[in-house]
Structure formats: C-alpha cells, structure tokens
C-alpha cells in the first residue's frame, strides 16, 4: 500500500447521508428548513435577550452563549451536508476537514460547560435565593463564560494538533457526511494508539465533570425542596429549572446515542442517523424549548411582536 504524508493529503471524500438519488430533493428542503430554524431561533433568543431589560440576569447571560453555541455547532456541518446533497460534490480539503472538525469538538465541548454553568447558576438560585445577585455577580459570569469557552478551545486545539501529526494512506473517503475525529483517526496510517488514549482519558474527565457538577446541583436543589416542601417551593422550582432540565436531558441523551450506546452490528448508516439527530435536531429543539416552558421568553416575544405590529401601522 502506498503511504502518503498528512502534507500531501490534499483531500477527503465524504460519503454524505445514505439517501436514494430522487430522495435528494426531499431530504435537503427538509434538512434546508431545520438549519434555518435552527439559526433563526437561537438567534431571536439573543436578540430578545439583548433587548429586554428584564431579561439581563445572569440565567439568561448564560442562554445567550448556549443559543451562539446550538446556532454555530449547526453551521459547522450543516451548510457542508447541504452542499454535497445538492451537487454531489463531497470533496473536502484537507485544511477545510481538520478546520470543521476543530470547531466541531470546540462547540460541543461548549455545550457541556455552558450547561454545567447553568446547573450552578440554577443551584444558586435555588438554595441561596438572598444571596443570589451577591454570588452571581457579574464579574463571575463573564469568567465562568470565558472558562468555558477557554477550555473548550483547547480541548478541540489539542485533537487538532494529535490528528495533524497523522499521515494517511490512499484511501481518503470518509463513511460521514463531515470530518468526524474517529473516522479520520481509521484511515489513518500512523500509529493511533496515544490519540485514542487521549481522547478515551480526556473525554471521559469531560464527561464526568460536567456530568457530575449537573448532578451535584440538582441534587442540592432536589434536598433544599424536600426539607421544606411545599406546592409554591416546587412551582417556583420547576419553572426555573424546567428548561434547562429538559435541554440537559435531550443534550445528553442524544450524546449517550451517539457516543456510548453504538448499534450492536456496528452499522454506518444507524451511526450517521444518530449524529444526524445530535448535530441537527438538538440545536433546532433547544429554542422551542426554551420558548414554550418559558415565561420571561414569551413575554419578552410577546413585547417585540407588539412593537413590530406598531412600527408597521406607522
């Protein structure tokens, strides 16, 4: 087999979706529909948050980031997806596959300390309702944002640079519909046995904190209820935890489908659904979510449709 140099890789072929020639139509008005969505929603998340004083607390600090997030981690793959639908172009340099897949790891590590940072700020709120605006001030908002994205940067900055000192042999088509890092780590050459260590150990140390600073908050608001319960305590709880519950849960849920629940016979096609499903569908679905079991998101929508219905009048 003849080897070739990561320099000399100048390109990868993506397989794309496994759809039929006369289903393309189909599936890129569908998929063309659920991107827009996707960008719009998150997107009028912001503004509303933007333009709506009662919306500038730290919970919705925090939302604003997280629909930047669900809006950007869609665009990484999404626009590509369509392309190669549409024309059945499905090369992708080299540069442009290490690039989407950096900023595909970037975002979704973004998502899993964006909302481990809510769990905190909804802990907080919860049990140290007095000393609400002490503890979340400010000043700590924007360093825990930064943290995130900080360390979301070089967690995908690390990846990056293991898979560049990959070389890669003849075969450059890639079973996905975008770079996934273990699709590119398989059609390696090189020995991958410390880039697989590293991403097993430092994925897993990811995983672990976010999942466990979740559930240390919910756990600690799940006893301040119970030691005083009442029907208000458990009102005020569901409807400021709901949202973010219901998102924590679709998030990873979604991940677990992906990442650690694979189809026994190890089928492509269910492992490209799944991600279809993380990639696409859970950014769309955040914003309704958050829309729907919202009240101060209603309002502020119900307020910019109002203005908007004036400013047409005139």
């Known amino acids: 087999m003849k080897w070739e140099n990561q320099s000399s890789m100048s390109e990868f072929l993506l397989q794309g979706l496994p759809i039929w020639p006369e289903q393309q139509g189909v599936f890129f008005a569908l998929f063309l529909g659920m991107y827009l969505t996707t960008v719009l929603g998150n997107l009028l998340i912001i503004l ?31 626009p590509k997806m369509l392309v190669d639908i549409q024309t059945n172009h499905k090369s992708i340099p080299y540069t442009g596959c290490i690039s989407q897949m ?15 940072v809510m769990a905190y700020d909804r802990y907080v709120a919860i049990c140290h309702p007095l000393r609400y605006t002490t503890i979340m001030r400010e000043e700590l908002c924007v360093l825990l944002v930064a943290g995130c994205w900080i360390l979301s940067c070089a967690h995908a900055l690390l990846h990056s640079l293991l898979l560049a000192q990959q070389s890669f042999c003849d075969d450059n088509t890639i079973p996905h519909y975008f770079c996934a890092l273990s699709a590119l780590l398989k059609l390696s050459c090189s020995d991958t046995s410390l880039s697989d260590l590293i991403i097993f150990a430092e994925a897993g140390v990811i995983f672990f904190l976010s999942v466990s ?25 569901l409807s400021t935890c709901g949202s973010h519950l219901s998102v924590v849960f679709l998030y990873y849920g979604t991940l677990a489908i992906v990442y650690f629940f694979p189809s026994s016979s190890n089928s492509k096609i269910e492992d490209v659904i799944a991600s279809v499903l993380y990639t ?11 829309s729907l079991r919202n009240r101060d998101i209603r309002s502020a929508l119900g307020v910019l449709l109002r203005m908007g219905i004036t400013f047409l009048k005139r």
């Open 280 to 290: 696409v569908v859970t950014p769309m679905l955040n914003p309704f979510i958050y």
């Open 102 to 116: 950096y900023f595909y790891i970037m975002f979704a590590s973004a998502d899993c300390f964006l909302l481990s």
């Open 48 to 78: 509303l948050i933007r333009l709506d004083s009662r919306l500038h607390t730290p919970m919705y600090f925090f939302l604003s980031h997280l629909a930047f997030n669900d809006a950007s981690f869609s665009t990484v793959t999404v």
């Open 213 to 237: 600073a979740i559930l240390g908050s919910y756990i600690c608001i799940g006893a301040t209820i119970f030691r005083v319960p009442s029907t208000k305590m458990i009102y005020k709880t």
